[in-house]
């Protein structure tokens, strides 16, 4: 089972639904798209299959179905940790994506927790990177999704996450590292640069023995990368960081030791009825991976 995307239709000059969505995606065949539209998986915001020859709509919602041929299989499990009526607390395991995104459509934490549970309204309100594990809550119901996204815009939500990497016994611990983090080279990852800070984490130790250490790191904020960023600029990249402080030139993948960072704890109070809510990942970290 499979969640479609949506797309609100940008301004441009098409004469048909399938001529504009060819020049916006030219990474997909036209004949790939025919064929979504002949299955009916190119749909208005209320499920309806839409023609090819339908005129471009300014501002028109549609959705459509991601397709990827040969789709690899990641042999990972996820845990569901909480379910109730209004959320899900899933346990992501390394390399697992948490939604839809490149090569990967099925094999996404949020397509096998839709077939587990078979609620298609499940919404993830955060998201974690592919190759970090830990805690992703989800939102179970449209009525009261809003409630818990606030939790986040507002950064009323306390995440805490755990990494491993190099000794760094010359700094003085708890420390905070402010920077402002934009895109860099490639596209995909950040870096710091001037101005006024936009990241903000702090980083205790929790473990201080041997030549690797095991870190403790709260975010202030939730910038991309911000904990691979602040950790790689103190002089200590998080173990099996294939991005930062260098790019490496293999893609990292299910055979190569996984990043050491783990997304340990939620907590927060619930905006439904106030109680105080924690949440803790049964996963743990480990040098050899």
């Known amino acids: ?67 990827v041929a040969d789709e690899p299989v990641i042999p990972v499990v996820e845990t569901i940790l909480h379910h109730d009526a209004h959320l899900l607390v899933a346990d992501k395991p390394h ?29 993830p309100l955060h998201r974690l990177d592919r190759l970090t594990a830990g805690l992703v809550l989800f939102s179970t119901r449209p009525e009261t999704r809003d409630a818990y996204q606030r939790l986040f815009r507002e950064r009323r939500i306390e995440k805490t996450y755990e990494a491993l990497a190099q000794a760094l016994p010359d700094l003085r611990f708890p420390l905070e590292r402010h920077s402002r983090l934009q895109p860099g080279e490639p596209f995909f990852r950040m870096v710091e640069g001037p101005g006024e800070p936009n990241a903000r984490t702090r980083i205790e130790v929790i473990d201080a023995h041997g030549p ?14 911000q904990l691979r960023v ?25 055979g190569e030791p996984p990043l050491q960072l783990l997304a340990q704890a939620l907590a927060f109070d619930d905006p439904l009825t106030g109680q105080r809510r924690s949440f803790r990942s049964a996963r743990t970290l480990s040098v050899s991976g």
Not at 101 to 114: D, N, S
Not at 212 to 223: A, D, K, M, T
């Open 230 to 254: 602040h950790m790689a600029a103190l002089g200590a990249p998080i173990l099996g960081d294939g991005f930062y402080p260098q790019l490496q030139d293999r893609p990292q993948g299910e």
């Open 95 to 123: 390399f697992l994506p948490t939604a839809p995104a490149g090569a990967f459509v099925r094999e996404t934490l949020l397509a096998r927790l839709i077939e587990r549970t078979g609620n298609t309204e499940l919404v």
């Open 212 to 225: 690797v250490w095991r870190y403790r790191l709260v975010p202030e904020s939730g910038r991309k990368h």
């Open 1 to 67: 089972m499979t969640t479609p995307s949506r797309l609100q239709l940008p301004p441009g000059n098409w004469v048909s639904l399938l001529e504009g969505l060819c020049a916006r995606f030219p990474r997909i065949d036209r004949l790939q798209w025919e064929s979504r539209f002949a299955r009916g998986r190119v749909q208005d915001a209320q499920g309806r299959a839409l023609a090819a020859d339908m005129p471009w709509r300014v501002g028109l919602e549609i959705r459509y179905f991601r397709e």
